[in-house]
C-alpha cells in the first residue's frame, strides 16, 4: 500500500497559519476516517482533528479548537488540515492517519496512536515566539 503522504508543514512565528495537506490518493483499501496527529519529542502522539470520509462530518480536539480546521477535497483524496493563530505549543510532528476498519471520529482523542490503520511519515510544524 502506497503510504499517506503529508505536505504543508514549516517554521513560523505565533500567529502564523499553515495548511496541512495529507495525500491518500494511492491508497486503495476502503477509508472511513482521516486524521491528524502531532507529536512532539519525547511525548506521546496527541489528537487533533479527523473527518468522516462519507460525510464531511468532523471533530477537533478542545485544544486547537476555533483555530485549527480540518476538511477534505471533493474527490475524497486528500485531508486538509488549515492551522491559524498558531503557537508555540503547537509545534510537533504531524501526522496524518486512516482509519479503515470504523472506529469513528471520537475514538481518535482516547486511542491515539492506535487509531490509525494507515500513518504518513509526518510532516514538521514549529512555532516560534
Known amino acids: 500500500q502506497a503510504p499517506l503522504v503529508e505536505s504543508g508543514g514549516g517554521s513560523v512565528r505565533t500567529g502564523a497559519s499553515l495548511r496541512l495537506s495529507c495525500s491518500a490518493s494511492?491508497?486503495?483499501?476502503?477509508?472511513?476516517?482521516m486524521g491528524w496527529f502531532r507529536q512532539a519529542p519525547g511525548e506521546e502522539r496527541q489528537f487533533v482533528a479527523a473527518?468522516?470520509?462519507?460525510?464531511?462530518?468532523?471533530y477537533v480536539a478542545d485544544s486547537v479548537k476555533g483555530r485549527f480546521t480540518i476538511s477534505r477535497d471533493n474527490a475524497k483524496t486528500a485531508a486538509n488540515l488549515q492551522m491559524n493563530s498558531l503557537k508555540p505549543e503547537d509545534s510537533g510532528l504531524y501526522l496524518c492517519?486512516?482509519?479503515?476498519?470504523?472506529?469513528?471520529?471520537?475514538?481518535?482523542?482516547?486511542?491515539?496512536?492506535?487509531?490509525?490503520?494507515?500513518w504518513g511519515q509526518g510532516t514538521q510544524v514549529t512555532v516560534s515566539s
Open positions: 473527518i468522516q470520509w462519507s460525510d464531511g462530518r468532523t
Open positions: 494511492g491508497h486503495t483499501s476502503p477509508i472511513y476516517n
Open positions: 492517519a486512516g482509519d479503515s476498519r470504523g472506529r469513528g471520529l471520537e475514538t481518535a482523542q482516547a486511542l491515539g496512536a492506535q487509531w490509525g490503520d494507515y
